[in-house]
């Protein structure tokens, strides 16, 4: 079974940055679209980023936009989000997971957690002082 790897959480000031890779062994991820999603907490999975497979537009929710930047690295197979201006309510662990249609599905303007699949084990990220 594919599965996707996420690294690069960790603990940052407000107002930081961080960078976290999705990567995979088993598949080529630009034969994808790939999500980035989040979960905090006592709170449902919520879509963050999306990079369509097709032509690789990208797709924001609105909490992110102007913030995060999700793009592909090809070289390295991977597909990274960049995090930028970090706030405490960033705070979650994040997922990467593969939607095997040709563009993100969007429900209510961002990602649809239950379009994407091959979910990894997720990685930490903490926004604090």
């Known amino acids: 079974q594919v599965q996707l790897v996420e690294s690069g959480g960790d603990l940052v000031q407000p107002g930081g940055s961080l960078r976290l890779s999705c990567a995979s062994s088993?598949?080529?991820?630009?034969?994808?679209?790939i999500g980035w999603f989040r979960q905090a907490p006592g709170k449902e999975r919520e879509g963050v980023a999306c990079i369509n497979r097709v032509n690789a537009n990208a797709n924001y929710a609105d909490s992110v936009k102007g913030r995060f930047t999700i793009f592909r690295d090809n070289a390295q197979n991977t597909v990274n989000l960049e995090m930028n201006s970090l706030k405490p309510e960033d705070t979650a662990v994040y997922f990467c997971a593969r939607d095997d249609y040709d563009f993100c599905t969007i429900v209510a303007g961002s990602p649809d957690p239950l379009a994407f699949n091959s979910w990894g084990q997720g990685t930490q990220v903490t926004v604090s002082l």
């Open positions: 088993g598949i080529t991820l630009d034969h994808y679209t």
